[in-house]
């Protein structure tokens, strides 16, 4: 494709997103602004989840027709459930695995151009077959030749490519979403919602990350070092003489894919004891390492069987791969999910709130009250139960407590950050993930020996904080005695004065101020009075609105030129 055909095809991909969202943004004025003005809002309510499942529908076949950028813009919108009704998170969720595969012949053309030498040299054999395809890139499996090998001590390797152009396809949809998120800043049911242009800049720093595999590839050797004494954990090896911005060359350790039960138990590996150190190894990456692989999906997580005594008298270890999607914990982000998970772990429906206001989650002017209410109403309905547990309620139930408190949630100023937002969706896919290796998985369970070691250093840094206030009030103390006998002494001596001169100057002054404010009084009340009589009575209303002139003069010039020093 020439350049002027490629801008050409990138201009249309432009006005095709803006198109999009102008009809949406149409049909959103039209019933959400313009009926219930009219007296029909009923017509709104009752037409609302209906427009909101078509409108998921139509981006999806958008998002699908487009690819690149718009599958992670749908991916995005299905973990957004702090801001976006379910009727639209459950039609995007998998759209990641509609993504159709690029030609081989232009994947070639990308890894060539990027490794700088034909693909036979480059590797003793490329598999033309795609591994997998995403929305950025996609891999293939390879074998390297035999310098390298013998260089890196590796044979078998899968090679990531970007999709050919998925830079300017990137540039251009977020120039595309950029100018939508200042649309939707003119529109006031969503901007006392939702900081779109804040979302749109946080979409982009977490996309234009995972099209540079250079950073994956530091973010995997991170991961690798983190857990380099965990024997519950592996990674694949970074190829670094196979790797650049585009291209990412790493050992293949594919194995039986973690959501493979019958795999499993026909390895001798039980699903359970998976579910549980999957869970143990994502805490892990919360309150210990504060790096957290935050797309966790069945793809991404192998189990590979290994002996007893090198899975610490397990007979597997859990290979993580894919680290283009990782969340950063803050420690003032941790403060908060501590904070969190304590109140999860002791059913205290305040503590979660007052976590969530730590965190950022709940703006200060939240009203929390019903936030409060409902929590209370959800730990002592659904707290502790297990998957097994809540499969036997009864589904009416599920959904009637879900509307309600999805739409007070909703109804709440609260926006979730980007990191958070990425724990979110890695502890949802996790516990999914443990529910479906283990009906019976219950993740309070999972939960509590972190919230019990929490609470213990918790006590440490308290009883170290009290300590500390302690000494700092004994040393007050022991100075306390000599302080007062000094200030007796100079009492005595007549050496003790107080100047209140300035005390006296504020007292003139306000005085001064209270005075004008009641000449400005009496200036309004005999101009209107005097507009008010001109018609009837003349020369009464002139006489008044000339005498407004006095106190207005005093009210503009009193204490002119006497202000002294203060």
């Known amino acids: 494709m020439t350049d002027a055909a490629a801008q050409g095809a990138h201009r249309a991909r432009y006005r095709r997103i803006l198109s999009f969202a102008a009809r949406e943004f149409l049909a959103i004025w039209w ?6 003005r009219i007296g029909l809002s009923r017509v709104s309510e ?17 998002a699908i ?34 993504v159709p595969a ?10 060539e151009d990027e490794l700088g030498v034909p693909l036979e040299r480059a590797y003793a ?7 997998a395809a995403a929305s950025l890139g996609q891999a293939h499996r390879a074998r390297l030749s035999d310098l390298d090998a013998a260089d890196t001590g590796l044979e078998n390797v899968v090679v990531k490519v970007q999709r050919p152009g998925i830079d300017a396809i990137v540039a251009t949809d977020l120039a595309a979403l950029r100018r939508v998120a200042r649309w939707l800043t003119r529109v006031r049911i969503v901007a006392d919602r939702v900081d779109a242009p804040g979302l749109v800049e946080e979409f982009a720093q977490t996309s234009l990350e995972e099209i540079d595999y250079l950073h994956e590839a530091a973010s995997a050797e991170r991961f690798r070092e983190n857990f380099a004494e965990d024997p519950r954990v592996d990674t694949p090896e970074i190829v670094w003489e196979r790797s650049t911005r585009r291209v990412l060359t790493l050992s293949d350790v594919t194995a039986i894919k973690i959501n493979d039960t019958d795999a499993l138990r026909t390895a001798g590996i039980d699903p359970s004891e998976v579910a549980d150190v999957f869970a143990e190894v994502m805490f892990d990456q919360v309150f210990t390492h504060s790096f957290v692989h935050a797309d966790p999906h069945p793809g991404n997580i192998f189990v590979t069987p290994v002996p007893a005594s090198a899975a610490g008298e397990r007979g597997f270890r859990l290979t993580f791969i894919d680290f283009g999607m990782m969340a950063e914990v803050p420690d003032s982000l941790r403060d908060g999910l501590r904070t969190l ?59 009637d407590f879900a509307d309600e408190f999805g739409d007070m949630v909703r109804s709440l100023p609260l926006q979730l950050p980007e990191n958070m937002l990425l724990l979110i969706r890695a502890v949802s896919l ?10 019976s998985f219950n993740v309070w369970d999972a939960a509590e020996p972190y919230a019990g070691r929490l609470l213990r250093d918790e006590s440490g840094n308290l009883i170290q904080d009290l300590a500390k206030q302690a000494m700092q009030n004994a040393a007050v103390t022991w100075r306390l005695p000599k302080r007062i006998d000094d200030i007796i002494t100079r009492v005595d001596e007549g050496s003790v004065t107080f100047d209140t001169s300035r005390l006296e100057r504020r007292l003139d002054r306000l005085e001064g101020i209270a005075r004008r404010i009641a000449s400005g009084v009496l200036f309004a009340a005999l101009l209107i009075g005097g507009a008010l009589l001109v018609p009837s009575a003349p020369p009464l209303g002139i006489t008044l609105v000339c005498v407004s002139v006095l106190p207005l003069l005093h009210s503009l010039f009193a204490g002119v030129g006497r202000r002294g020093p203060r």
Request: proline share 6%; charged share 25%; with cysteine.
């Open 430 to 439: 996790t516990s999914g993930m443990c529910s479906s290796l283990d009906p």
């Open 46 to 62: 009752r037409t609302r989840a209906g427009r909101m499942q078509r409108f998921a529908r139509r981006f999806h076949a958008l």
């Open 65 to 98: 027709a487009l690819g690149g950028l718009m599958i992670k813009v749908g991916q995005f919108m299905s973990s957004r459930l702090d801001v976006l009704p379910p009727e639209i998170t459950k039609e995007l969720e998998g759209l990641q695995d509609e």
């Open 102 to 111: 690029v030609p081989f012949a232009d994947i070639r053309v990308v890894a």
């Open 341 to 399: 998970l304590i109140a999860i772990a002791g059913r205290d429906s305040r503590g979660l709130v007052k976590a969530a206001q730590e965190i950022g989650v709940l703006l200060p002017s939240a009203d929390t009250a019903e936030l409060e209410r409902a929590l209370t109403a959800l730990f002592a309905r659904f707290g502790g139960m297990g998957f097994a547990e809540l499969s036997t309620v009864d589904p009416r139930e599920f959904r």
């Open 31 to 36: 019933f959400e602004l313009v009926l219930p």
């Open 125 to 131: 054999w490329f598999d033309e077959n795609p591994v």
